[in-house]
């Protein structure tokens, strides 16, 4: 067996390895409550996606991946982040029932997709692949038959980013 036959899988569990461990470092972070250093983590997070994608060679999906969320997204995270200027003294404490209200969010939105997975079969009807990072057919399919997906991800972005207004933002008393 030769290096170039198992790089690809040496590639793939280092890169979802470093996904899953960015991922969760962006939630629960040990070494600082800063959230930029959260949203440095996301940089990360979204870097090792890109880099699965490159292995699946969808390479249109890495480029995209890097440009709109690495560099867009992120930009306007840490510039909502800067903007509100928190002092350590001044974050939010977490409540008990807004943790135990997130986390059987969390519980509900998990199941409700296992069901939908299981249901849907994904992968079953594909058609054949035309051409290896073409960007004609994803665009059929991501506007005719996804679209309702790729909008439910653009509300997801907008709740992140309400999301990190309210976490950072000063209490008021």
Do not use: W
Not at 16 to 22: G, I, M, N, R, Y
């Amino acid at each position: 067996m030769a290096l170039s036959d198992i790089l690809p899988d040496i590639l793939f569990y280092l890169f979802a390895a470093l996904t899953l461990l960015c991922g969760v470092l962006v939630v629960a972070n040990p070494f600082s409550r800063n959230p930029v250093t959260s949203a440095m983590f996301l940089v990360l997070t979204i870097i090792s996606m890109a880099g699965l994608f490159v292995l699946l060679h969808a390479f249109f999906l890495a480029a995209v991946q890097i440009i709109v969320y690495a560099g867009a997204v992120i930009v306007l995270f840490l510039f909502v982040i800067m903007l509100l200027d928190l002092k350590e003294e001044q974050r939010r404490k977490i409540k008990l029932f807004g943790a135990v209200a997130g986390l059987v969010s969390v519980g509900v939105i998990m199941i409700i997709s296992l069901k939908a997975l299981r249901a849907a079969r994904p992968g079953a009807n594909l058609p054949a692949p035309q051409l290896e990072g073409g960007t004609n057919a994803l665009g059929q399919l991501l506007f005719t038959q996804y679209v309702l997906p790729f909008e439910v991800v653009s509300i997801l972005l907008l709740v992140a980013m309400v999301g990190v207004i309210l976490l950072s933002k000063k209490d008021l008393k």
